[in-house]
């Protein structure tokens, strides 16, 4: 069964950095892309970016490009969505999910929070 | 970029009847358009992909159709469970996938 398990919510302060992840199971992570998406409180579905643990070869969107960093980690079946300085902005749920051709498994959400 | 649109925003439905979604594409996205349900603090779920393929577990009244840029999500008869927000994605310009805005479907 394919499982993506993301990290816990997480709540930071302006200017903070921080790192979320994305285990997958129950197939062969370097075979398939990953991506991930922004939900805004109340808002749609934006895609921000993908990346292929097979080689590290990672795309961004341009809104997104320059404003998070997506890796991975063959070696534990992980994906990453890292922040090095947080904007209220980026308050929102984050889903990381499989893409093959389309997007076919998602995981359950990370709710990031931006306080001061 | 290709722009997705959806109509309308809000479609207010009863439970047994039909329901009718519209997805537009800014350009031609092929047969590469899928659609996903989600309910209140859930991920989306694929119901639909390459237009009208239904994914595994997804009931036959869902069903897909549609060419080129306009695409359509159908469910024949609502049930409880469907009151949901639906969303269409592109994944022809690859690997910049664009969802559309959502389409709530609420109890009329």
């Known amino acids: 069964e394919v499982q993506l398990v993301q990290s816990g919510a997480e709540v930071k302060k302006p200017g903070e950095s921080l790192t979320i992840s994305c285990k997958a199971s129950g197939y062969t992570f370097s075979d398939y892309w990953i991506g991930w998406v922004r939900q805004m409180p109340g808002k749609g579905l934006e895609w921000m970016g993908i990346i292929y643990p097979g080689d590290s070869e990672t795309r961004y969107r341009p809104s997104f490009q320059g404003q998070v960093t997506i890796s991975a980690d063959k070696s534990i079946s992980t994906t990453f969505l890292q922040w090095s300085s947080l904007k209220a902005s980026d308050a929102a749920i984050y889903y990381c999910?499989?893409?093959?051709?389309?997007?076919?498994?998602w995981g359950r959400g990370t709710l990031v929070t931006v306080s001061s | 970029e290709i722009v997705m649109t959806q109509s309308p925003a809000t479609l207010s439905v009863s439970p047994g009847e039909r329901a009718t979604l519209s997805c537009r594409a800014s350009q031609s996205v092929r047969n590469n358009l899928a659609w996903y349900q989600q309910k209140p603090g859930q991920a989306p779920r694929l119901l639909i992909y390459d237009i009208s393929t239904r994914a595994t577990g997804v009931p036959a009244r869902f069903s897909g159709s549609g060419s080129v840029t306009e695409f359509t999500l159908t469910i024949s008869s609502l049930q409880p469970e469907d009151f949901a927000v639906y969303y269409c994605l592109q994944f022809n310009d690859w690997p910049q996938f664009t969802f559309g805005p959502g389409t709530k479907v609420d109890v009329k």
């Open positions: 999910a499989r893409v093959e051709s389309k997007i076919d498994f």
